[in-house]
């Protein structure tokens, strides 16, 4: 069963704001929000992950509603580089014993001139 | 510095060949990881080593043979491959076996022929 709910597809324009949406509706208190994207052709990168509260680091900001059921990856100022599949993703901070990361279909982000 | 390298980028082999991916990390964590990522789809979980000791093993044919020579290294071992194992190949690292956190490598660019 799918435990994330993320939009096929979303353009955004340079220099704009980038927000991408995330239904976890069936999230368990102890699992974490965590966020990925891969450029075409690279390795994933983590970006950020929170549990209840509003994250921000030097990529991103994550913001989770208070019933915890959708968040939302805002990259601020988006670039050209920024264009890709970002991966949302539900886990706990321990993976269970397998520590397999569950990747979705995702939402492909294209940042456009 | 959270880099994981992997050598080489690109390798063309055939069903014959014997090859070996390479992957590094040296930021001390302790698992370490291979992912298997085909066109389109998200990379699926090949094996995992915990403390230089594999723990992992999700039913990868034995034509696949990980090593891993220290805590910083982590190879695939690659012999009588089949073109449908062409594929970009992924290493990965976490601070431990199972946290949702990994850090990816770049991958290498597999093509059997």
């Known amino acids: 069963d799918a435990k994330t709910t993320q939009p096929t597809s979303m353009d955004c324009a340079e220099g704009r704001a980038a927000n991408l949406p995330c239904n976890h509706s069936t999230i368990s208190g102890n699992e974490y929000v965590y966020w990925y994207r891969q450029i075409h052709s690279q390795g994933p990168q983590y970006i950020i992950h929170g549990l209840k509260n509003n994250e921000t680091n030097e990529m991103a900001s994550l913001i989770i509603t208070e019933d915890r059921k959708s968040s939302t990856l805002i990259l601020p100022h988006a670039t050209l580089r920024d264009t890709a599949v970002y991966y949302c993703?539900?886990?706990?901070?321990?993976?269970?014993?397998?520590?397999?990361?569950?990747f979705g279909k995702g939402t492909k982000l294209s940042v456009k001139p | 510095d959270t880099e994981v390298t992997q050598t080489p980028k690109h390798l063309v082999m055939g069903m014959t060949n014997k090859k070996s991916l390479k992957c590094e990390q040296h930021?001390?964590?302790?698992?370490m990881y291979w992912y298997k990522q085909k066109a389109k789809k998200p990379p699926e979980l090949m094996f995992v080593y915990s403390y230089e000791k594999l723990s992992i093993n999700e039913s990868v044919p034995s034509r696949f043979s990980p090593e891993c020579p220290n805590s910083s290294l982590l190879n695939l071992h690659l012999h009588a491959l089949q073109p449908e194992d062409s594929a970009l190949y992924l290493c990965?690292?976490?601070?431990?076996?199972?946290?949702?956190?990994?850090?990816f490598g770049p991958g290498t660019r597999l093509t059997v022929t």
């Open positions: 930021m001390g964590h302790r698992a």
């Open positions: 993703i539900v886990s706990l901070a321990y993976g269970g014993s397998q520590g397999n990361l569950i």
């Open positions: 990965a690292s976490s601070q431990e076996r199972g946290r949702t956190v990994k850090y």
